[in-house]
Antibody, heavy 123, light 107 residues
Framework: EVQLVESGGGLVLPGRSLRLSCTTSGFAFDDYTMSWFRQAPGKGLEWIGFIRREAYGGTTDYAASVRGRFTISRDDSKDTAYLHMNNLKIDDTAVYYC??????????????WGQGTPVTVSS | DIRMTQSPSSLSASVGDRITITCRASQGISKDLAWFQQTPGKGPKSLIYDASKLESGVPSKFSGSGSGTDFTLTISTLQPEDFATYYCQQYHTYPLTFGGGTKVEIK
């Protein structure tokens, strides 16, 4: 059974950093692109970024709203993806989800999602 | 960025009803569209990809159609577990973008 479990969320002050983890099981982690998404309270879904598998260079891309502040990494030996968030803003308050991705030529979508971890940025 | 517009934003229906949700892309996306179901407190669940292909294990009461800019999700014979929020997402190009969601409520 494919499982993704996010962790590391919590309450953080504006301007501080936080690292989220996505621990996976039930599939060959190193064969897949992994993405992160978020959902602000009462709002819709927003793509944050992805990291391709190492066989494709482990390249990353990000949404404009987080580029330069957020970084995605992966540790294939631990079947885990990470979201490093720096200089957090109040507007970053959301539930953060990681997904296993099915790749297409120019895009991808998450065929399996975790249950999410909440991040609250507040003073 | 490709803008995805979903309608309606909410609807009320009864158990046993058939409903249709529409999703329109601001430019052609071929069939690069997925539909997701989300219940409160949970992560989204993928239902349909490539506009009309059912994910493994998803019941056949869900169906999708469309290509280019106009897409639909149909749920035949609504059951209590189908009352949820549904989102479309294009994966034709980055950034990936979603419709605003359709909340399906019990009448």
């Amino acid at each position: 059974e494919v499982q993704l479990v996010e962790s590391g969320g919590g309450l953080v002050l504006p301007g501080r950093s936080l690292r989220l983890s996505c621990t996976t099981s039930g599939f060959a982690f190193d064969d897949y692109t992994m993405s992160w998404f978020r959902q602000a309270p009462g709002k819709g879904l927003e793509w944050i970024g992805f990291i391709r598998r190492e066989a494709y260079g482990g390249t990353t891309d990000y949404a404009a709203s987080v580029r330069g502040r957020f970084t995605i990494s992966r540790d294939d030996s631990k079947d885990t993806a990470y979201l490093h968030m720096n200089n957090l803003k109040i507007d970053d308050t959301a539930v953060y989800y990681c997904t296993r991705c099915r790749d297409y030529i120019w895009g991808s979508y998450g065929d399996y999602w975790g249950q999410g971890t909440p991040v609250t940025v507040s003073s | 960025d490709i803008r995805m517009t979903q309608s309606p934003s909410s609807l009320s229906a009864s158990v046993g009803d058939r409903i249709t949700i529409t999703c329109r892309a601001s430019q052609g996306i071929s069939k690069d569209l997925a539909w997701f179901q989300q219940t409160p407190g949970k992560g989204p669940k993928s239902l349909i990809y490539d506009a009309s292909k059912l994910e493994s294990g998803v019941p056949s009461k869900f169906s999708g159609s469309g290509s280019g800019t106009d897409f639909t999700l149909t749920i035949s014979t609504l059951q209590p577990e189908d009352f949820a929020t549904y989102y479309c997402q294009q994966y034709h190009t980055y950034p990936l973008t979603f419709g605003g969601g359709t909340k399906v409520e019990i009448k």
